[in-house]
């Protein structure tokens, strides 16, 4: 989505496609060529992104970017952004810059991760940034490692996860 982002306002496109990506891209293309295509809207993004409000945005080899804004629907009981809401932003980002290491005919998925929340949110927050990176990819298992910050670069959440690697089924 082109322009500025006003706090309180919907980042992820409503009418964007989602889904999940076909196996059989995933048998014949790597994780980070289907996830440039994710990207370039060759292929549909998951609904979670637009139920969360939140967007990929930048890939390469071992890193991922995302970047989204929290509403007030995405509030808990006290007032203040679901620490689900960043959980699953987190979660996102560290699987997805797992995802750019991962050779076609494999796939990854989520063994544990988590999260330290440092400040709350507010739907007045306006667009936050997400950025992860892998620090260990081995055969079966990856580790990555993720910042959450406000546009002005305050640091909301850090995140670590590990991940399965693991051959597609034929």
């Known amino acids: 989505m082109n322009g500025e982002i006003r706090a309180g306002h919907r980042y ?3 009418d964007a496609p989602t889904g999940s990506i076909p196996p059989a891209l995933s048998a014949t293309r790597s994780g980070l060529e289907l996830l440039r295509d994710m990207i370039a809207g060759k292929l549909p993004g998951p609904g979670i992104a637009r139920t969360l409000n939140f967007l990929l945005v930048a890939v390469d080899d071992g890193y991922a970017e995302f970047h989204g ?4 629907e995405h509030y808990n009981p006290a007032g203040t952004v679901h620490g689900g809401w960043t959980g ?6 560290l699987g997805c810059a797992v995802q750019t ?3 076609a005919g494999f796939a990854s998925t989520t063994i544990e991760y988590k999260v330290n929340l440092v400040r709350p949110m507010f739907k007045d927050t306006g667009r ?7 620090i260990h ?9 993720a910042t959450l910050k406000t546009a002005d670069g305050k640091l909301v959440a850090i995140g ?3 991940c399965s690697i693991f051959p597609l089924k034929a």
């Open 160 to 162: 670590t996860e590990t």
């Open 137 to 145: 990819m081995g055969r079966t298992t990856a580790v990555s490692e």
């Open 69 to 72: 804004v929290p509403l007030e």
């Open 101 to 103: 290491k991962v050779a």
């Open 88 to 93: 699953t932003l987190l979660d996102s980002a």
């Open 12 to 14: 992820h496109a409503a």
């Open 128 to 134: 936050v940034v997400c950025a992860a990176r892998v």
